[in-house]
Each structure stands twice: as structure tokens, then as C-alpha cells.
């Protein structure tokens, strides 16, 4: 398949993801959510979509991460559109710095006591980290300068490294082929260097061999809005419904928890592997600013 449909899907599939999750809040039946989405005009986004679309644009502007312009684009981008649901970290952090003249970084790392959060805020934006540097033996370290504008723990920055490297490997594979699932599982505990974050993509793998419910699944994982027990169920829903984004979007967001962040999530892995005509016409319509998504995801692949 193009890398041009699947760096699309990825970033469509994560926005929609977040949008559905959204409304997942108040039509948590699959029924009463399917006719929403049918009545609905347009699916509105998050700070989840917002903070990726950041990420894309700073990507794309210093061809890299820059964490003072990652830093700075997230800013310029929450005063332009505070009303998008953000969670007090990102807006604690951008009253430090414009208080006190810190960076982001050393901002982001003052929060919780000086233990920073182990939230997975910098997992659900991670998609065009994982897009744009798919290819290299620096992800991980590019992870962590995209997360540490924000999150400082070791897990919120796991959280991102997993997520994006997940994205990494679902681009790169081929859906015509049988989905390698124990590898791909493998590969990213090898890659989490947080035993918080292996041990639960351990069970994560038990579960799926144990053919676990998606309910089953959250109660053992977790689907809160701390990084390891959000990011693994994300994955459980992909890996259960890897040739379906409508099936695998559901799974996360269905199930309870953190709805908008788990479809983020799900959404971006799931697109990225399966390309965006796997996606809903009838979704990609309705979704807000969809051209300048769009737009970033071929800039992602084009400055490669």
C-alpha cells in the first residue's frame, strides 16, 4: 500500500478516534452512537487532535522536533482555542513560562511535586512522531523530546515512546499479509523502557491469547488517563480488530475510560496500518478541519 494512504489514515484515523470518543461520553451504546453519527453534520475534535496537529506543524516547520517551538506552537495554539478540552498540565505549563521565562521543559518537569505526569497526554498527540521518524534507530529519543514539553514522568514519555514506535510498525506493514502479532507485541515491550509500561503489554498479549473480552480486557489493563492504563488497552482494541478501524474504534471506545484519548490512540495505529480508505467516507466528511489534517500528513511524508 502508498505510505500516502497510510500517513493519511494514521492522521485521520487518530482525529476521528478522538471526535467519535468525544460523543462516546454521552452515547456510550453502540446503537444510540451509530445514530448520532448519522444525524451529526460534523465531528468536533479535542485537545487531543489539536495538540498532534501541533506536533505536525512544528515537525514540518523546523524539519525535526524542536521542543522551544513544539512548546510554542502548543501555546499559540491552546490561546486560540482554549474551549478544546484541555486538562490543566498544558495550560499550568504555559503560565510558567510566560510567569517566569523557564523553558517548557523544565516547566513540564516542576509539575506533581517535580515528578512531572504520567498522563497519556503526550501518547494521544504521538502519531506524527511515529509517522515522521518511522524509519529511525533516534524514535525513541524523538518520543521523548515530543513528550517532555508536557510530560517529564518516565511513563508519560513511555507512554509516547510505545505509541509512536506502534504507529512506526503498523505503517510498515502490509494488510494483505497475515498480521504478525506476537512480533509486533515483542517489539514493543523491548522498546518500553518503563517496567510499568511491559508489564501491562505482557498481559496485554495473555489477554489476546486468552481471546478476552474488550471488557474483560479494560478491567484487567485499565483505560484511565494515566499513560499504562490507557495506551495497552488502545492497543488490545487494535490488535483484536486489526482489519477493521470501525470495529477497532469501537472496542476502545465502548468500554469506558478515557473515550476520546483510547480512540486517539487506537485510531492512529489502526489507520496507519490499514490506510485511510479503511476509514468511514462517512466520517472523513464530517470532520472538522479534515483538509488541514490531511494537508499535514502529506508535509509529514513529503519532508522525509
Known amino acids: 500500500m502508498d505510505k500516502k494512504e497510510k500517513f493519511l489514515g494514521s492522521l485521520v484515523g487518530s482525529a476521528l478516534g478522538d471526535a467519535i470518543g468525544e460523543l462516546a461520553f454521552h452515547f456510550s451504546g453502540k446503537d444510540h ?18 495538540m498532534a496537529i501541533g506536533t505536525a506543524q512544528s515537525i514540518i516547520k ?3 522536533l524542536n521542543p522551544q517551538d513544539l512548546g510554542d506552537t502548543f501555546k499559540q495554539n491552546f490561546h486560540k482555542e482554549p474551549w478544546r478540552g484541555y486538562a490543566p498540565g498544558p495550560p499550568t505549563i504555559f503560565s510558567i513560562v510566560d510567569r517566569t521565562g523557564a523553558s517548557y521543559i523544565d516547566a513540564a518537569e516542576s509539575l506533581y511535586g517535580g515528578k512531572g505526569s504520567f498522563g497519556n497526554g503526550a501518547a494521544m ?8 521518524y518511522h524509519d529511525s534507530d533516534d524514535l525513541y529519543a524523538q518520543a521523548r ?59 496485554l498479549q495473555r489477554l489476546l ?16 488517563v494515566t499513560a499504562h492504563q490507557s495506551l495497552p488497552f488502545a492497543l488490545f482494541c487494535f490488535l483484536r480488530h486489526t482489519e477493521s478501524f470501525q470495529e477497532c474504534l469501537f472496542c476502545a471506545i465502548l468500554n469506558g475510560g478515557d473515550r476520546d484519548t483510547l480512540g486517539a490512540m487506537s485510531g492512529a495505529v489502526s489507520g496507519a496500518y490499514l490506510g485511510s480508505e479503511s476509514v468511514p467516507s462517512k466520517w472523513k466528511d464530517k470532520l472538522e478541519n479534515r483538509a488541514l489534517i490531511e494537508h499535514l500528513a502529506l508535509n509529514l511524508l513529503e519532508k522525509k
Open 33 to 50: 452512537l451509530m445514530h448520532k453519527l448519522e444525524i451529526m453534520k460534523s465531528l468536533i475534535y479535542t485537545d487531543d487532535t489539536a
Open 62 to 64: 523546523e524539519v525535526g
Open 125 to 132: 498527540r504521538a502519531a506524527p512522531v511515529g509517522l515522521y
Open 145 to 203: 523530546l515530543s513528550a517532555s514539553v508536557t510530560h517529564s514522568h518516565p511513563i508519560g514519555i513511555d507512554g509516547a515512546a510505545v505509541q509512536s514506535r506502534a504507529v512506526a510498525l503498523a505503517l510498515d506493514l502490509d494488510p494483505q499479509d497475515e498480521f504478525p502479532e506476537d512480533d509486533f507485541i515483542e517489539n514493543l515491550i523491548a522498546f518500553a523502557e518503563t517496567q510499568e509500561m511491559k508489564t501491562k503489554l505482557h498481559l
Open 209 to 224: 491469547k486468552d481471546h478476552s473480552s474488550p471488557m474483560h480486557a479494560a478491567q484487567q489493563i485499565g483505560r484511565s
